[in-house]
């Protein structure tokens, strides 16, 4: 077994996900939990993470179990172990802060919804050995956490004047409230995405010319 | 994928099979959630114990041992697991040479965006609460916010008049949220000028727990005061 | 917790609450299929009529976990039952109105995926609702997701007859609009709740 190109292509697909097929920027999935709970860089990256292990030990778990699962009850049986990971998350999270659990909320609970996660189980999980699906996944989870993550910090900064909590302009600061409610959020994804968009096309343009 | 494939291809569905599988997954799961579960009970009890003692503290600074009581109509019991249909959960806290120090316990209402959540104090003494700590709140940062900062607002909680009646079924007045500047009683909370409906939760998630715990509690604490003593 | 009216639950839920413009829940069908008026109509109804479903189903769901301390197998029991919910709808529906069936058939899969529908359930357990405040609650839920779904539509109709630069077409464009929507929907702040 040639370990070299399948380290390759492993790199390969952890790139996917973080750059060229971002969940956020570029598929604009997932969106529930990427808007509701970005309103600071802390919570951002609590949820990626959180997102991030689920992804991983259920697409993980279900590539492992791809030869037993017959087709009609995939898609019952790939929601459920996902609902058991969820659980999990929910759980760990209290133990280790509840600070972060009461940010969070109920959204914790609405990864099981998260279109990303059954996509990945649906699209790559289900026909792929476990070390590729647990690759895949990592690189998607990573790019859902950077997107939540841009989010969020900007929005910290505009409309909080902080970053992780930390005063970044002094006392004079006005804070743009506004970016830290529910508008803001749709504002801040919507010129991400105005600016991914605007990035492929000048792409695109370099290429023809 | 799937949709490639013709129809004839696909094996006859054996029911067996997918009940089988079903199964087995299901209980794998089962069972891992019940571990985690069982794992992460005692840091969650810990953690949710450590934030309310935090809370409690920042209430009533000299507080050396906080005990929870369920307050119902039968009597008071100490509280176990998670408060039963109809009792109140209050805290009691005990100074360092077990004398009941006063009571804490929380209120909420709907503010201007979420619920608003308050950890308020009362002392038999003055029949009065005498401070107030949000413990949660989703309010709009720069307006409703300013329930936890506002000098003004929270003055109206140093001295604020929740004594009952002779009978103790009722409280004399109930707490009011009034408009910014005319506060003229004791019982009266002064709202923030801009932030009206969120110092009107305060004020109204105050009043319906203390209208419904004061009644239960009165008659009881001489018992509590004596639980801390024994102790 | 003071008691809310039912009145109150619904009106708060419908505009200064709104599921999708202040809560994001059910962001993907409302981006996906707010292109048009006529299909937007449709989807709105067959949401809401599953979230009322669902919603019950949830609830009696919850009072029977929480008999016998088994809380924390809800979020299993909550998928499961809204994935059988939406199956039930469909095989109820094509019986006995295949007319309504055939109108809104193909939305009913991606309801089962939509978060308002999960939402509902989570935060109406949340929150304590008793049955009538949890049906209030639905029923609240999904006129409010008709309603954004249906002015998100009109708008975009309008919106394709005028001229844009490239890069401002499809989703990101959706975004700033929801952005201006949920703007306008913050007006309601604080309607419905007690003075």
Redesign the interface.
Known sequence: MSCQPLQASNMEQLLEGIWKQNPVFVMALGMCPTLAVTVSAFNALGMGLATTFVLICSCTLISMLRRFIPREVRIATYIVIIATFVTLVDYIIQAVSLALYEALGAFIQLIVVNCIILGRAEAHAANNPPLSALVNALGMGIGFTIGLFALGSVREVLGAGKLFGISLFGEHFQPWVVMVLPPGGFFVLGLWLLFFAWLAKRKEAQHGA | M?GEQPIHF?PP??SL??VR??M???SL??G???A??QW?QP??AA??KV?LERSVRALIPNAAQIVEYDASAKGVTVAKGDAADGAIRFYAAYDKDGKLDAIAAEG????????VRVLYGYRQACECIFGIRVT?MRE???IGDKIITDPAFLQSFEHLDVSLSPDLKSMFNAVKTVKHGSKQFGWEIDAIAGAT?TS??VG??IN?SAQRLLPLLVPHLEAIKQKGGAQ | MEHETLGQIFIITVLSSNFVLAMFLGLCPFLGVSGKLETAVPMGIATSFVMLVASLCSYALNQLLTHFDLEFLRLIAYIAVIASAVQLVEMVMKKFSPALFRALGIFLPLITTNCAVLGVALFQTARDYDLAQSAAFSLGGGVGFSLALILMAGVRERLNLSNLPGVMHGTALSLMLAGLLSLAFMGFGGIGVAR
């Open positions: 799937s696909v569905v054996n099979r997918m599988t079903l087995l997954v299901t799961c089962g891992l959630i019940v985690v579960w992460t840091a969650i953690n949710k934030v909420a209402a709907r503010g201007y965006s979420d619920t949660q709009t940062p720069g409906i009107k939760a109204r998630g319906d």
